[in-house]
């Protein structure tokens, strides 16, 4: 039986061992987008992409902003609070360890924020164009978390000091975290793939 949810998603069992991936979408994305990245970088392991649910112009994001970069705190929160519940909910009705969440941007952020306000939902997290998600990080606690954040050093939309926020705030709550810095804008780059490929590969 499928698991019922509001939240319109994919969900594909895949044959390979270990975590699930849980795959977040960017700004104008669906649940759709991540699932070729995916099977690129971790063939075989199982997926499940939901779609944000906020509308900004008909694009679907995860929560809402109030200007590029600048993120309506509350939403976020409430946001986030949701689509933990439906992690925790969906993992539980297949009987699947904490996924490793794979963000993109928007996706990234609310990731990065699932990691700050929930840390027992995932096993892992793979950022991609990440930046803090709230503007008073509080001190949370992943041990051991393993987390790959990629930035581009030319990114426009997330400036690198708050991607080094981020990446700080990651090591204090003991994540074992590596960030690597490339020299690309927002648009994800052969690079990122192969980083992705080489962290997946290493989790259980
Ligand atoms: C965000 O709103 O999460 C960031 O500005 C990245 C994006 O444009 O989605």
Redesign the pocket.
Known sequence: MSFQTDFHHVYQPGPAAGRPLLLLH??GGNEHDLLDLAHTVAPGRTVISPRGKVLEHGMP?F?K?LA??V?DEQDLRARTDELAAFVKGITAHHKLAAPIALGF??GA?IAAALLTLHPEVLGGAILL?A?APLKDMPAFKLPQTPVLLVSGKQDM??PFAQAQRLAASLTAAGAALTHETLPAGHGLTQTDLGLMSRFLAAQE
């Open positions: 960017g700004t994001r929560f902003r590029e970069g993120f941007s928007n952020n164009r930046m939309m997330i």
